[in-house]
Nanobody, 124 residues
Framework: QVQLVESGGGSVQAGGSLRLSCAAS????????LAWFRQAPTKEREGVAS???????IYADSVKGRFTISKDDAKNTLYLQMNSLKPEDTAMYYC??????????????????WGQGTQVTVSS
């Protein structure tokens, strides 16, 4: 059974940092493509960052230079390091997986499996 469990969210002041984790089970992150999405109240879900099984990455323009997606194949875990956080980064953050090695995308329809989310709140 595929499962994705996010953790690491919380409340932080603008300029601060958080590191999100997504523990995967039922499949291997080493052979699948993964991504982080976020959704703020009243807004559509937005792709934040994506990583292939080989480690290639892409980012939304709004987070480039501030966020870093990475994974630890041995721990079967995906990460999102978020620095220089802004109030507009406030959202529920979700990790997602696609059962394909070389897929890289920020489109939510491209992903098969989703976690339940972790809340990030950035105050000014």
């Amino acid at each position: 059974q595929v499962q994705l469990v996010e953790s690491g969210g919380g409340s932080v002041q603008a300029g601060g940092s958080l590191r999100l984790s997504c523990a995967a089970s039922g499949f291997s992150v080493s052979s699948n493509s993964l991504a982080w999405f976020r959704q703020a109240p009243t807004k559509e879900r937005e792709g934040v960052a994506s990583i292939t099984s080989y480690g290639s990455t892409i980012y939304a323009d709004s987070v480039k230079g501030r966020f870093t997606i990475s994974k630890d194949d041995a721990k079967n875990t995906l990460y999102l390091q978020m620095n220089s956080l802004k109030p507009e980064d406030t959202a529920m953050y979700y990790c997602a997986a696609r059962r394909q090695r070389l897929w890289i995308s920020l489109e939510s329809n491209d992903y098969n499996d989703w976690g339940q989310g972790t809340q990030v709140t950035v105050s000014s």
